[in-house]
């Protein structure tokens, strides 16, 4: 732990304490963009602890850390390991079926937080246990719980398992490399460690956004394992739209877009050297309200379950923690939000027999023409394309019965 009162001197830390609670947002900012120590970090989550201890007031929490282990450290953040798990646990009560919750411990020593549901009212638990278990893999930034809508009735004919994708949720968060494949394997090799460890033969493999992604590298580096690929509104796929230069000289007339202002590039360039979600650890206490103003549709899309802010408490805990996946998705991402390896430059590695079916939102950001492209790329390999109608990115959650019902068709086409 630093000792601010030798970096500062008493006085002159209590009167930089208090000028930050004044203006959090600008300190941050400062802090962020003028610290002498910035040219040296070349680490951000590093830089980004270094201005929390030197910034911001002290809060002390005990809780356990991902690897088990006690820690006592203060953080300006309100946020711990124990309240992300409480919360959680206010969202998986509402489960009917049976949960057997608990963690993964993988051969390198990470552990995955991992839930299996089983249908507690089955009249033959070995029928349900002889089906292909469904495996769904969440997106950036999310965990388990967001599949609250979807884990009982996905498990009346078959076990379902959830998992928090190491660096997110309750998982353990280790580093990450900056390269982009090098974090991409670091992803699917710990999927492949969790399947080993728990002993599933084959699957059906859900994986939702980022999830999508790193699901379908799994199925082109694991086939065997997967029995069909269902890709949730995926992430990754198309690649970057390159400006095309004017074949024609004649063709001068075209309506060129400006350039940004150079002011816009310069806070672009700044926010670049950050991970996606330093702003909400960034907002210290006033981040549980950040998430809360800036994501009200997590509070609707649940609000039948809850009366309360349980769903915007819980994206903020899952993502308020020491950043680890998020690094990872980082370093496989380019500017806004392109991945740096497009899955669209991989997906003829599938093996042709693997069916494969890509369900998209009709009002999500991602664009469902890289399904047909998918399709067309694929060829007369079984490759389905659905747009459920009404739904977001977070498909899911907007239409979860339809969601629901064609996820249990596909997963009956398996076994």
């Known amino acids: 732990m630093h000792d601010k009162s030798s970096a500062f001197g008493g006085a002159s830390f209590r009167l930089l304490r208090n000028v930050c609670l004044e203006k959090v947002a600008v300190s941050t900012l400062l802090c962020y963009i003028t610290s002498a ?3 040296a970090m070349q680490d951000e989550t590093e830089f980004e602890l270094q201005c929390d201890r030197l910034t911001h007031p002290v809060h002390w929490s005990v809780s356990r850390d991902t690897n088990g282990n006690w820690s006592w450290w203060p953080s300006w953040r309100p946020t711990s390991m124990s309240l992300l798990k409480t919360a959680e646990a206010k969202i998986l009560a509402c489960l009917h079926n049976d949960v057997w919750a608990r963690f993964v411990t993988l051969p ?3 552990r995955i937080w991992t839930l299996t549901v089983t249908n507690k009212t089955a009249r033959r638990a070995s029928e349900q246990a002889s089906k292909t278990p469904l495996v769904m893999v969440h997106g950036f930034g999310g965990g388990v719980g967001l599949w609250i ?3 009982d009735a996905l498990s009346r004919a078959r076990p379902v398992h959830a998992f928090d994708l190491l660096g997110f949720g309750r998982s353990s968060r280790p580093p990450f490399s900056t390269d982009a494949e090098l974090a991409e394997d670091q992803s699917v090799t710990s999927i492949e460690q969790w399947r080993q460890t728990v002993g599933l033969e084959r699957m059906i493999l859900l994986g939702h956004s980022l999830g999508g992604y790193l699901a379908t590298s799994y199925a082109i580096r694991y086939p065997d394992r997967v ?3 269902i890709l949730v509104d995926p992430w990754g796929f198309p690649e970057r739209p390159q400006p095309q230069a004017n074949e024609n000289a004649g063709q001068s007339l075209e309506v060129r877009r400006p350039a940004p202002p150079r002011w816009v590039k310069a806070i672009a360039s700044v926010f670049s050297l950050f991970n996606p979600l330093a702003v909400i650890r960034a907002a210290g206490p006033w981040g549980p309200g950040l998430v809360t103003r800036f994501r009200p549709d997590f509070k609707r899309k649940f609000e039948d379950l809850f009366d309360d ?5 819980y994206l903020y805990h899952c993502n ?10 980082r370093a496989m991402s380019e500017s806004l939000g392109w991945a740096k390896r497009p899955m669209m430059h991989r997906v003829h590695l599938l ?3 693997l069916p494969v079916t890509m369900l998209y939102g009709s009002r999500s950001w ?6 047909h492209r998918v399709a067309q790329i694929r060829g007369q390999s079984p490759t389905l394309v659905m747009v459920i109608r009404n739904a977001s990115h977070h498909v899911y959650a907007d239409e979860y019965e339809e969601f629901n019902n064609v996820v249990q068709k596909l997963c009956d086409t398996v076994d």
């Open 149 to 151: 809508r979807n884990l």
């Open 37 to 39: 120590s910035c040219a």
């Open 351 to 353: 093996p042709p027999s």
């Open 108 to 110: 390198d020593h990470n």
């Open 309 to 313: 802010n349980t769903m915007t408490e």
């Open 320 to 329: 308020a923690q020491t950043p680890s996946g998020e690094v990872g998705f």
């Open 227 to 229: 029995s069909h690929l």
């Open 366 to 371: 991602v664009d469902h023409s890289s399904g």
